[in-house]
């Protein structure tokens, strides 16, 4: 089983929805958490952290879930800019540093 | 600040040849990390490097090899490449300390191995 866990999609979803992603984790050790965005054939970039109170960003929400082990991205108000794939990403402390941990990705294409 | 960069970003390689991905950074970063990216797989950590001096093993080490000699560089080593190390692997860098644990990554080298 793998460590952290996304489902691939699509979710393919017309613009002004709101979409929500799940991703889980196996490590309960696990210390920080994050969503990346990665554009096709680009570098992944930090969409945002994600704490345990939960945090927002304008059309972006992630929340933490430690009893269940996942975390989540509501997007709302889609626009097409937000078709990309998301990375969700979990630290485990390992050989004395946090070894990032990154799922598969999930696809997200927003269409007129 | 260029951030973090990456030479080449395109490679050819036969079976057998051996070549080395340069990943530079000039945010004074502490920790680097070699990734890489194959369709469906996500991003697996190669070997990753804590400071000067100091490499670890991450998920997928075998058939690679790193160093970081200076600060600001982490080269990572293929000896004898194989075709199943096609891939497209990315750099990254982040700060020691922080609440962020922030990665920066590099636009990737895009490797083809015949």
């Known amino acids: 089983r793998k460590e952290v866990e996304q489902d691939p999609g699509p979710f393919n979803v017309p613009e002004g929805a709101t979409v929500a992603f799940n991703c889980t984790y196996s490590?309960?050790?696990?210390?920080?958490f994050f969503w990346y965005r990665q554009d096709c054939r680009k570098e992944p970039k930090l969409l945002m952290s994600?704490?345990?109170s939960g945090n927002e960003d304008g059309r972006f929400t992630a929340q933490l879930n430690r009893a269940s082990q996942y975390i989540s991205l509501l997007i709302r108000d889609s626009k097409l800019s937000d078709s990309a794939t998301y990375l969700c990403?979990?630290?485990?402390?390992?050989?004395?540093?946090?070894?990032?941990?990154f799922g598969r990705g999930t696809s997200l294409i927003v269409h007129p | 600040n260029a951030g973090v960069t990456q030479t080449p970003k395109f490679r050819v390689l036969k079976t057998g040849q051996s070549m080395t991905l340069l990943c530079a950074q000039d945010?004074?970063?502490?920790?680097m990390y070699w990734y890489r990216q194959d369709p469906g797989m996500g991003l697996r950590l190669i070997h990753y490097?804590?400071?000067?001096?100091?490499?670890a093993k991450g998920e997928v080490p075998d058939g690679y090899n790193v160093s970081r000699l200076k600060k600001q560089n982490f080269l990572l080593g293929l000896e004898s490449a194989a075709p199943s190390q096609t891939s497209v692997y990315f750099c990254?860098?982040?700060?020691?300390?922080?609440?962020?644990?922030?990665?920066?990554f590099g636009p990737g080298t895009r490797l083809t191995v015949t």
């Open positions: 990254a860098s982040r700060t020691q300390g922080g609440d962020s644990y922030e990665q920066y």
């Open positions: 490590n309960s050790a696990s210390q920080s």
């Open positions: 994600v704490y345990s």
């Open positions: 990403v979990v630290t485990v402390l390992g050989g004395g540093s946090y070894i990032p941990t």
């Open positions: 945010m004074n970063h502490e920790y």
């Open positions: 490097s804590v400071g000067e001096g100091t490499t």
